[in-house]
């Protein structure tokens, strides 16, 4: 018997020639990466809400090309706000965990 997969891309988001951001894999099992070049910052935050809207999650100082644990978070739809030290929104997107 075959198993059926299915990916959902997360393209790289180019907002102009010095700011971009994608993570990945999507889905995501247990870790997410996020790349990203934003204004020079060294860091963003992230909120991460659930079908309903409530904020599941929380993560702060998110370094670019490191893993975030998402193993918290059951399996499901979600979206992912990620923002700058200013607290303005950088990029929202949604991602699927299983």
């Known amino acids: 018997m075959s ?14 020639a010095s700011n971009s ?3 990945y894999p999507n889905p995501i099992v247990r870790e997410m ?3 990203f070049r934003w204004n020079n910052a060294s860091s ?12 599941v999650a929380r993560f702060s ?3 670019s090309g490191r893993a975030v644990d998402l ?10 706000r990620f923002q ?3 607290g303005s929104q950088v990029y929202s997107s949604v991602f699927m965990k299983r």
């Open 21 to 23: 951001i994608r993570f």
């Open 84 to 86: 700058d030290k200013r």
């Open 3 to 16: 198993e059926t997969f299915s990916h959902v891309l997360t393209p790289v988001i180019t907002i102009d």
């Open 61 to 63: 100082d998110i370094r």
């Open 44 to 55: 963003l935050s992230a909120m991460i809400y659930d079908r309903q809207g409530r904020i």
């Open 71 to 80: 193993s918290i978070l059951p399996a499901g739809s979600y979206v992912i």
């Open 33 to 35: 990466t996020v790349d």
